[in-house]
């Protein structure tokens, strides 16, 4: 698809507009007030105003003629609704019979408009990371393709992402460490709205594929917060992965960095992992000393750690992973290994305590 001629940036503006306009027109379209509010006079004024620019461009641009055609058709339909009388029976209901085609119009219109906008997100994103261009195209690029799935979901949206295999091509670029890290990043973050965007389809490929291991050995700030997101997302498919590919201790490795961003995040991701976790997946965190490790970090002069022993705890009472029976015996090991982790009998009686009471306010 050729953009240069006129330029890309110029044609995307257009259409941006344009779909803006014949969003505002479908709202407008009152058989009876029409011609006549303030409002419905702006919103033809400017798809006229429109118009008139988008002929000439799109006119000898050969992937827009159909947007061109049914422009035209949408100015007939206002021009016929201009001149009809507003008095008498028949005009009345002809006006209605226009306006409702307006609306119907406007409607195509903007469908037209996004489906073009989509197919140049999709081929700028893929060309932009097959070609390996320079950082700020590529996240240009994966930030547009974000936008847009942030919108909610479109099948035909959807087809366009499968058929131009974009979740591999984002994986692709989070695995291959020739990649800057913010590029990296980025490609985490699509991966995680591709999968909020429709689950059926993209959680299957998360875990068949290697974006978790590849999330977790960047234990970058970000990608822990993507993981994070993920687990929420897939829920025990995903924590049942982590732990059967020996993860665990990685997980709990998070809390272990000299990067207080990095050890928040990681926090949250094992407060996550313990709401959702089976009993062999809580065993598993328990002997990699995360309680010890929680204690030294709520001894910090961070307030970001406060309570974190407790709040793990109550993760683990209210998650979804453990049987009543379970969940108590996790409480009995959890004070059996604080009082081993306390410096003194008044830390584990405080420790202990808002483990079984709840942190006081």
Known sequence: MDHDHPSKHRIITLLNSLKEASKNL???TNPFTFLFKPDSKTAIEALLDLESK???IFSSHPNLHNLSHSLTTLKTLIQN??????????SILQRQIIAYKISQASSSLESEIQIYLD?????????SLQEEQNEEEQLQAIIEFQQRLSKGFDLEFQDLILRAKVFTLLETTLIER???????????MAISDLV?????????LVLMGPTVKALISMASECSIKVLCLLVGFIRSPLVDEIYSNGEIPSIVGFLLS?????CVAGLDCVLEVGYIGRREVIEAMMGQNLVKILMDLQRRESCVFDGCVSRFAIQLEVGEGLSSEE????KLEMLRLVKEASRSDAEFASVSAEILWGSSP
């Open 26 to 28: 479908q709202t407008k």
């Open 119 to 127: 197919r140049v997100i999709i081929i700028n994103l893929v060309k």
């Open 258 to 262: 000299r990067d207080l961003c990095v």
């Open 81 to 90: 609704l201009q001149k009809s009388k507003p008095h008498g029976l028949k």
């Open 54 to 56: 988008a002929t000439i």
């Open 327 to 330: 969940k108590s015996e996790a």
């Open 196 to 204: 909020k965007f429709n689950k059926n389809v993209f959680v299957g």
């Open 178 to 188: 020739f990649n800057s890290k913010r590029v990296r990043e980025e490609s985490a």
